[in-house]
């Protein structure tokens, strides 16, 4: 196994960071207290490029919006959110996506934007969280919300 100083380093400020969460909110909180005219004046000095970025860029993202690593990346995000618990995340999706039927009633998932009975979900016990097992099955909204 070769040590890898960069994924090191990224857990140690992750750690730091949980530890030390309210400290740090506290002193960002002082510091933008304690310079609120310094702020104002680089937000308007900038305010141009920002306009200039944002109408630039507002276009790019409304195309990264739609591709596959972007729906991915808010799926996985949103499951963490949350609370579900999987030891591979990206394994998780790939089932997500391919499965077709609910696993439960066997009634085929809709490819509707809205929500309906068919909707495909993943469903979790929202009351076992402590194990890191709480994804159980791919399911219709109906057999999600019937299902405790």
């Known amino acids: 196994m070769v040590f890898d ?19 740090i909110k506290e002193n960002n909180k002082q ?33 990264y919006r739609e591709t596959e690593k972007c ?3 808010f799926t996985i995000s949103a499951w963490k959110y949350i609370g579900v618990i ?3 995340f990206d394994e998780l999706y790939e089932k997500y996506i391919n499965t077709k039927n609910c696993e439960l ?20 016990d929202h009351y076992n969280i402590t194990d890191g097992t709480n994804f159980r099955n791919i399911v219709c909204h109906c057999c999600n919300t019937k299902r405790r």
């Open 86 to 88: 999987h030891p591979n």
């Open 105 to 124: 009633c066997n009634v085929e998932f809709s490819t509707e934007i809205n929500r309906s009975s068919t909707t495909r979900c993943l469903d979790h």
């Open 71 to 73: 729906k991915k990346t």
């Open 5 to 23: 100083k960069r994924e090191y380093m990224k857990e140690y400020h992750k750690k730091y960071n949980e530890k030390n969460k309210e400290r």
């Open 31 to 63: 510091y933008r207290e304690a310079n609120k005219d310094k702020i104002k004046e680089y937000r308007e000095a900038n305010a141009e490029y920002f306009k200039k970025y944002r109408e630039t860029h507002t276009e790019y993202f409304k195309k």
